[in-house]
């Protein structure tokens, strides 16, 4: 010790320069090499009072696990409940939350209906997975469309959802309305095949009141590639009050109507196509009962 008091004689001039040392964040180890200090004893004497920079300090590994597992117990979690979620011990958990009020017993039949909830959450979840990977296989089967196969589909699509002429009616105007943006690409493909100029197409919003209006001309505008003011007078369907419409939220758009102007000699056209259609698959099927094919 008399060797330690000789060493360290100027105590004060030492402390001075080991707490200047400290504040410019230097470790204990690196003030003990750079003013050749020996003593831990001694080094703790002139460090008193400093406290270490904060690079020094370790962060606590488990700083996000404790506020996790009182965030957890506040919403009411058991510790099995966050011993699974977490994955620690419960006697961590223990220390962490013990001064967290205890979480109130749910009634068994409210555990059961919770349980069911979770279970059926998880198998919707599953069945959706399901679903898309069958969606996904199928759009693969289909690949390329050659012209004949996007004919047939356009012919198809058009006698199912577009204008027909009726006997007490002679129309013969190529009027297609529909509500599905996929159903209108195809469509609008299919009269390009055709040679039916853009030109010659108008379009018009129909939509129910309750609708976002201005919101579908612009949606249905940008698919079809045209400025909104090209759009005709929007037809605004009223509102029946003893209908329950389900086809309402932000992705309701209402349909759009396209028509093809001076369209009567196509309208014949496509009647034809069609009654081709029917004529080739009937004979399929005669073949398919005599087997031959």
Request: glycine share 8%.
């Amino acid at each position: 010790m008399a060797h330690s008091r000789g060493k360290y004689a100027d105590f004060e001039g030492l402390r001075q320069q080991a707490l200047a040392l400290r504040r410019e964040g230097l470790s204990r180890r690196q003030i003990r090499d750079r003013l050749h200090i020996d003593n831990n004893d001694i080094l703790n004497r002139l460090l008193q009072g400093e406290p270490p920079p904060a690079w020094t300090k370790r962060p606590n590994a488990k700083d996000d696990l404790r506020a996790k597992a009182r965030e957890l117990r506040l919403q009411g979690w058991t510790y099995d409940q966050i011993q699974v979620e977490l994955g620690c011990s419960k006697s961590s958990i223990s220390l962490w939350v013990r001064d967290l009020p205890k979480p109130e017993r749910r009634d068994p039949t409210e555990q059961a209906k919770l349980a069911a909830r979770k279970r059926w959450e998880h198998e919707l979840a599953v069945r959706d997975e399901e679903r898309q990977r069958t969606k996904t296989a199928a759009a693969r089967e289909i690949g390329n469309m050659t012209a004949r196969e996007l004919f047939t589909a356009g012919v198809a699509l058009y006698w199912a959802e577009g204008s027909k002429d009726k006997p007490y009616d002679r129309r013969e105007n190529v009027l297609f309305v529909n509500s599905d943006p996929g159903v209108i690409r195809l469509y609008l493909a299919w009269l390009d095949l055709l040679g039916v100029e853009r030109e010659r197409l108008s379009y018009r919003v129909m939509i129910h009141v309750t609708g976002d209006v201005q919101g579908a001309k612009r949606f249905w505008a940008d698919l079809v590639g045209i400025d909104v003011s090209a759009l005709q007078k929007t037809t605004i369907k009223k509102h029946n009050p003893k209908t329950i419409r389900k086809n309402v939220g932000e992705n309701y758009r209402g349909c759009l109507v396209i028509r093809v102007s001076q369209g009567a000699e196509l309208y014949r056209r496509i009647e034809g196509w069609w009654t081709g259609m029917v004529d080739a698959a009937t004979g399929i099927t005669a073949a398919l009962s005599s087997g031959k094919v």
